[in-house]
């Protein structure tokens, strides 16, 4: 979770989130040599006060900056959409968990274990716990087992929503009339905190997301008591 004067991005949580970390590095490092230089170049101009009257053209200098945007863009390109493919992948899921963004809170199904459904409502101020976060928990937490291979469904009941947790790369479109699928792998136990990423009315800042991520020998003993209840 993000904390009071954090910079950087989140600690990851899932190999996704480590790869578009390391793909934030690749970038910015890029970025940073291109403004370095041109505001070198710039500077250079501003107090240059040497002239070349003779001097009009130069093809080989045009080739030049004509030609090194392309190639820095395909060393940016190549990665991204390598990125992009790896992140529609699904990889033989063992759990599938549909998730329904409604105004303003989250419902979500455990089809594959006898139909659990609930939904995910946001802590009022006056009912919070000391221990609680404002604005970020709710009164049912999603459980999922670590190093588990998970698919995500993703729609909506009436208008665009996103369900996003930053720690683990993960940001589904909810749209209505339409399965959205992302599939995820938690490689830490934890508490990973998201929220509605798409302006959806009102209450767009009161439908958090709390994920619990568990071993799982855990996760098998709460979905026992949640079938048995």
């Known amino acids: 979770?993000?904390?009071?004067?954090?910079?950087?991005?989140?600690?990851?949580?899932?190999?996704?989130?480590?790869?578009?970390?390391?793909?934030?590095?690749?970038?910015?490092?890029?970025?940073?040599t291109i403004v370095s230089l041109v505001s070198y170049l710039m500077g250079s101009l501003f107090f240059n006060t040497n002239i070349n009257r003779n001097l009009l053209e130069s093809q080989?200098?045009?080739?030049?900056?004509?030609?090194?945007?392309?190639?820095?863009?395909?060393?940016?390109?190549?990665?991204?959409?390598?990125?992009?493919?790896?992140?529609?992948?699904?990889n033989n899921p063992a759990i599938t968990l549909k998730t329904v963004g409604h105004q303003w809170y989250w419902s979500y199904e455990y089809s594959d274990f006898s139909n659990i459904e609930f939904d995910a409502y946001m802590i009022p101020l006056n009912e919070m716990e000391n221990s609680s976060f404002r604005l970020l928990d709710v009164d049912n937490r999603i459980t999922l087992p670590m190093n588990t291979h998970i698919r995500m469904i993703v729609t909506a009941a009436d208008v665009l929503h996103s369900w996003t947790i930053p720690s683990i790369g993960v940001?589904?479109?909810?749209?209505?009339?339409?399965l959205n699928q992302m599939g995820m792998l938690i490689n830490?136990?934890?508490?990973?905190?998201?929220?509605?990423?798409?302006?959806?009315?009102?209450?767009?800042?009161?439908?958090?997301?709390?994920?619990?991520?568990?071993?799982?020998?855990t996760f098998i003993s709460w979905i026992s008591q949640l079938s048995e209840s």
Not at 68 to 77: G, K, V
Not at 79 to 89: A, G, K, Q, T, V
Not at 171 to 178: I, L, N, Q
């Open 1 to 32: 979770m993000a904390t009071w004067m954090t910079l950087s991005l989140q600690d990851s949580s899932s190999p996704m989130m480590e790869q578009l970390i390391f793909f934030h590095d690749h970038t910015l490092l890029i970025l940073t």
């Open 60 to 90: 080989t200098i045009e080739m030049i900056w004509t030609i090194t945007p392309a190639i820095i863009l395909f060393f940016i390109a190549v990665p991204s959409l390598r990125l992009l493919y790896l992140m529609d992948e699904i």
């Open 171 to 178: 940001k589904v479109d909810a749209t209505p009339g339409r």
């Open 188 to 217: 830490r136990p934890g508490l990973f905190y998201g929220q509605c990423s798409e302006i959806c009315g009102a209450n767009h800042s009161f439908m958090p997301i709390v994920m619990e991520s568990v071993k799982t020998n």
